[in-house]
């Protein structure tokens, strides 16, 4: 399942096969889709990521957020909101800002490279199997 944030992107996790000469590992790994107003994007590359088709993209869930936190939903969505177009704001006039996940990453911009880049943790939580498979791919 993926978790669509409006006006940021997509987060998902994704199984991936990797074929090795001894075996064949299947691992989870977590992906972030962009998906900004491109006039924030300006001079910035950042990496293509195909989500699957068969993964179902639910909306961002305001009201489970309100309850780990006890504020209405619709103050949630508006904290959300402003966050995100705030950060678009800054990426605009040519700021850098690392927009931080608690316990998912860091979406940063390194040489005018906008990236996600996932906790190590946050990693080894999806896939507990072959966990260090999950890191490198990731």
Do not use: K
């Not at 096969?17 to 299947?26: A, D, P």
């Not at 305001?62 to 209405?72: A, D, F, K, V």
């Amino acid at each position: 399942q993926g978790v669509l944030v409006p006006g940021l992107g997509t987060f998902a996790v994704v199984h991936e096969q990797i074929n090795s000469t001894e075996e064949v590992y299947v691992v989870r790994r977590p992906v972030f889709q962009l998906d900004m107003d491109m006039s924030c994007l300006r001079e910035l590359v950042f990496p293509t990521v195909i989500m699957p088709d068969d993964i179902e993209i639910m909306p961002l869930d305001y009201w489970w957020l309100s309850q780990t936190n006890s504020l209405p939903p619709d103050m949630v969505r508006g904290c959300v909101e402003e966050t995100i177009l705030l950060y678009s704001f800054q990426l605009r006039d040519r700021q850098r800002p690392a927009f931080a996940f608690e316990n998912i990453g860091i979406l940063s911009c390194q040489d005018n490279v906008l990236c996600m880049q996932f906790h190590c943790s946050c990693v080894a939580g999806l896939e507990s199997r072959d966990t260090w498979v999950a890191l490198l791919l990731t």
